[in-house]
């Protein structure tokens, strides 16, 4: 198992482990940031989480493990939840959500420019 990606500890792209790409590393994991997202409406039990990342339970499994050693996620008898933390940086990243959706109209219109 790949470790989880840490701030302080080598990362991809970083040897030093610079928070931001500890981040970074964290969040390009395949499914990881549909495992957020689908987290961010609130608790979800293994399996209705798995159908909405639309993932298999080994990516699954490894995706939560990774989420709570970064203490991001946790289980309660609800299911898997954000923490405070992962509340924190899902809010953070509703702007970059914002800031794509922009991106993408700007891109449809300029090709749709004579």
């Known amino acids: 198992?790949?470790?989880?990606?840490?701030?302080?500890?080598p990362v991809r792209g970083s040897a030093s482990g610079r928070?931001?790409?500890?981040?970074?590393d964290?969040?390009?994991?395949?499914t990881q940031l549909r495992v957020l997202w689908e987290l961010s409406g609130g608790p979800l039990?293994?399996?209705p989480l798995q159908d909405a990342a639309g993932t298999s339970p080994g990516v699954l499994n490894a995706r939560l493990a990774e989420l709570r050693?970064?203490?991001l996620v946790e289980r309660s008898a609800d299911g898997y939840l954000l923490t405070e933390q992962g509340r924190s940086l899902a809010a953070?990243?509703?702007?970059?959500?914002?800031?794509?959706?922009?991106w993408a109209e700007a891109l449809a219109s300029d090709d749709s420019s004579p």
């Open 69 to 71: 050693e970064a203490r």
């Open 45 to 47: 039990k293994f399996r």
């Open 1 to 9: 198992m790949k470790k989880t990606p840490l701030p302080g500890g």
């Open 92 to 102: 953070h990243l509703l702007p970059l959500m914002r800031w794509s959706q922009d």
């Open 19 to 24: 928070p931001i790409m500890a981040l970074l």
């Open 26 to 30: 964290l969040l390009g994991r395949r």
